[in-house]
């Protein structure tokens, strides 16, 4: 069975997101202020076969933690739904 993950890969909250940090403040520069603690991730989408929903999703699990994310400085989760 094929399978699509749809993944995000954010910065752990404890840490300091820079990215987010310059987006919340440009909120306020253009009337946005009511907008704030803005994080910037990534989206991942990929699809993968799997005899079943829970074997794809080992798959998509073990690929997140060898590949997709830094666990130093990232959590990440996925959805999965059959293709």
Not at 63 to 69: G, I, Q, S, T
Request: charged content about 25%; proline content about 4%.
């Amino acid at each position: 069975m094929k399978f699509i993950a749809e993944i995000d890969v954010m910065p752990l909250k404890a840490l300091l997101d820079p990215q987010g940090k310059a987006v919340t403040s440009s909120m306020g520069n253009i009337g946005l202020s009511q907008i704030t603690n803005v994080r910037i991730g990534k989206h991942i989408t990929l699809e993968v076969e799997g005899s079943t929903k829970e074997e794809a999703s080992a798959l998509i699990d073990r690929a997140c933690k060898e590949l997709l994310h830094n666990p130093i400085m990232e959590s990440y989760t996925f959805h999965l739904v059959e293709a």
